[in-house]
T-cell receptor
Framework: DAKTTQPPSMDCAEGRAANLPCNHS???????VYWYRQIHSQGPQYIIH???NNETNEMASLIITEDRKSSTLILPHATLRDTAVYYC????????????FGSGTQLTVLP | DTGVSQDPRHKITKRGQNVTFRCDPI?????LYWYRQTLGQGPEFLTY????????KSRLLSDRFSAERPKGSFSTLEIQRTEQGDSAMYLC???????????????FGDGTRLSIL
């Protein structure tokens, strides 16, 4: 699975959009991008995933660049409860394999 | 809608003791994963089941560790002769997999935090 690079930390003002970047320049054509987050003392929570088209669900939007070498997770109106470590993970389509977590981005939403 | 359930949430034990953790996956999920997470790090894969078959084990899973999923439903993870380095959060995840079900996300429980005295 391709390696991902994320900034170690970011701040965002409450009510504003949080844009979390992820670089996956070695991604292959059959690899999906997954986003998870982990709030302190809880297990990772699935947010969203996509292959090449932009995706949106009730939690977030995922924007994948046309060359697929990077993506951005967007939380449209961040709240204090969105403070968490956000992980960007790349995984081969159809794979039953485990997720490989990096260090993630610590997002702190400020009041 | 019940998620992945893990028991106990916390376990404190003395070095050298055996411990066992339980994971109840989401009911229709046929795949089950165990991960370990130490402070400040992301989760690391330990082992994976499809139904009752253990299909993959990480090199992190020493011979003191054993996992089972006897009926393809709940799973147990046992650590024998615990050591200080076993102190960590042990996470379980489950997903639905198979033909036509590719790319289903894994859903995690809130883990069992193990502390070795």
């Amino acid at each position: 699975d391709a390696k991902t690079t994320q900034p170690p930390s970011m701040d965002c003002a409450e009510g504003r959009a949080a844009n979390l970047p992820c670089n996956h320049s070695t991604i292959s054509g059959n690899e999906y991008v997954y986003w998870y987050r982990q709030i302190h003392s809880q297990g990772p929570q699935y947010i969203i995933h996509g292959l090449k088209n932009n995706e949106t669900n009730e939690m977030a939007s995922l924007i994948i660049t046309e060359d697929r070498k990077s993506s951005t997770l967007i939380l449209p109106h961040a709240t204090l409860r969105d403070t968490a470590v956000y992980y960007c993970i790349v995984r081969v389509s159809g794979s039953a394999r485990q997720l490989t977590f990096g260090s993630g981005t610590q997002l702190t939403v400020l009041p | 809608d019940t998620g992945v359930s893990q028991d106990p949430r916390h376990k404190i034990t003395k070095r050298g003791q055996n411990v066992t953790f339980r994971c109840d996956p989401i009911s229709e999920h046929n795949r089950l994963y165990w991960y370990r997470q130490t402070l400040g790090q992301g989760p690391e894969f330990l082992t994976y089941f499809q139904n009752e078959a253990q299909l993959e084990k990480s090199r992190l899973l020493s011979d003191r560790f054993s996992a089972e999923r006897p009926k393809g439903s709940f799973s147990t993870l046992e650590i024998q002769r615990t050591e200080q380095g076993d102190s960590a959060m042990y996470l379980c995840a489950s997903s639905l997999g198979g033909s036509g079900l590719s790319n289903q996300p894994q859903h995690f429980g809130d883990g069992t935090r193990l502390s070795i005295l």
